[in-house]
């Protein structure tokens, strides 16, 4: 079994910055691919950044410029830095791993974050 917990979300104001932690626990063999969705209310749940096989960096074109993901290989967690936040990156924030395990491959999220951008 993997556990994904994830920290650091806050209120903040617009402009300002946040950085979001997601760390993997469990049988891990592998971590295949990581990213960071979002949800906001009333909208489906959408892609912000992910990291894919050969460490390709994917960013959705909103956030691009302005968010940073990178990874900590050795801690097994990744990280989600977010500069000149606005409101409508106001959401529930939820990290995504697709783990090799002991048990094979399995698709884990986290519990989600919330992120609040509001003066």
């Known amino acids: 079994q993997v556990q994904l917990v994830e920290s650091g979300g806050d209120l903040v104001q617009p402009g300002g910055s946040l950085r979001l932690s997601c760390a993997a626990s469990g049988s891990i063999i592998s971590i295949n691919a990581m990213g960071w969705y979002r949800q906001a209310p009333g909208k489906l749940r959408e892609l912000v950044a992910s990291?894919?096989?050969?460490?390709?960096?994917n960013y959705a074109a909103s956030v691009k410029g302005r968010f940073t993901i990178s990874r900590d290989n050795a801690k097994n967690t990744i990280y989600l830095q977010m500069n000149s936040l606005k409101p409508e990156d106001t959401a529930v924030y939820y990290c995504?791993?697709?783990?090799?395990?002991?048990?094979?491959?399995?698709?884990?999220w986290g519990q989600g974050t919330q992120v609040t951008v509001s003066s």
């Open positions: 995504n791993m697709l783990v090799r395990g002991s048990l094979g491959l399995g698709n884990y």
């Open positions: 990291i894919i096989s050969g460490g390709r960096l």
